[in-house]
């Protein structure tokens, strides 16, 4: 069985830094990407990158990019995501979510994690 | 990017009745295999979204019958038979032919 388990929620003041964590099991990690997606409160989707553990190649959505950074250890089938500064505007759910790729195009998410919820406030 | 645009954005149904939910993209989701890249997902409350349809119209594993996707570019629509109270949430549409990939705004479904 697939499962995409994440860490737990996070408060923050602005200005620090933050790694959330999702590990994979069910599956091989390393073969397939491993993507984040942002929901911001009470708003829709939006779709910020992913990574494929086994050479860790990544792409960014050009609205995330230079705002956060993508990795994975494929040693313990992990993935994370982190801020460097975080601002009061990335608080929000983060969910890791599984893409699955169908002829060099990103097909569709087909397994999801529960979500980690990231307040940032003073 | 490519803009995603659901409608209605509100849908109240009376349960054993149809819904429809359409959604319109500003660019192309054909890949020249064949397939539009148009998926559906549900996100129950206080849940993760889930996949329902991938690839314009293939019900994923344990989807039910009832829920069922069409269209080509740029209209695409998700059709669900006969409403069930479980079928509560908010559905999106999310095209992945173009990076970065894009959602629709949501349509919350709420059983009158």
């Known amino acids: 069985e697939v499962r995409l388990v994440q860490s737990g929620g996070e408060v923050k003041k602005p200005g620090e830094s933050l790694k959330i964590s999702c590990k994979a099991s069910?599956?091989?990690?390393?073969?397939?990407?491993i993507g984040w997606v942002r929901q911001m409160p009470g708003r829709g989707l939006e779709w910020m990158g992913m990574i494929f553990p086994g050479d860790s190649n990544t792409r960014y959505s050009p609205s995330f990019r230079g705002q956060v950074t993508i990795s994975a250890d494929k040693s313990i089938n992990t993935a994370y995501l982190q801020w460097s500064s975080l601002r009061a505007s990335d608080s929000a759910i983060y969910y890791c979510a599984r893409p699955m790729i169908y002829d060099n195009r990103l097909g569709w998410f087909d397994f999801w994690g529960q979500g980690t919820l990231v307040t940032v406030s003073s | 990017d490519v803009v995603m645009t659901q409608s209605p954005l509100s849908l109240p149904v009376t349960p054993g009745e149809p819904a429809s939910i359409s959604c319109r993209s500003s660019q192309s989701l054909l890949h020249s295999n064949g397939y539009n890249y148009l998926d559906w997902y549900l996100q129950k409350p206080g849940q993760s979204p889930q996949l329902l349809i991938y690839?314009?119209?293939n019900r994923a594993s344990g989807v039910s019958d009832r829920f069922s996707g069409s269209g080509s570019g740029p209209d695409f629509t998700l059709n669900i038979s006969r409403v069930e109270a479980d079928d509560v949430g908010v559905y999106y549409c999310?095209?992945?032919?173009?990076?970065?990939?894009?959602f629709g705004q949501g349509t919350k479904l709420e059983i009158k």
């Open positions: 999310m095209q992945g032919l173009h990076i970065p990939c894009t």
């Open positions: 690839l314009g119209s």
């Open positions: 069910g599956y091989t990690f390393s073969t397939y990407w």
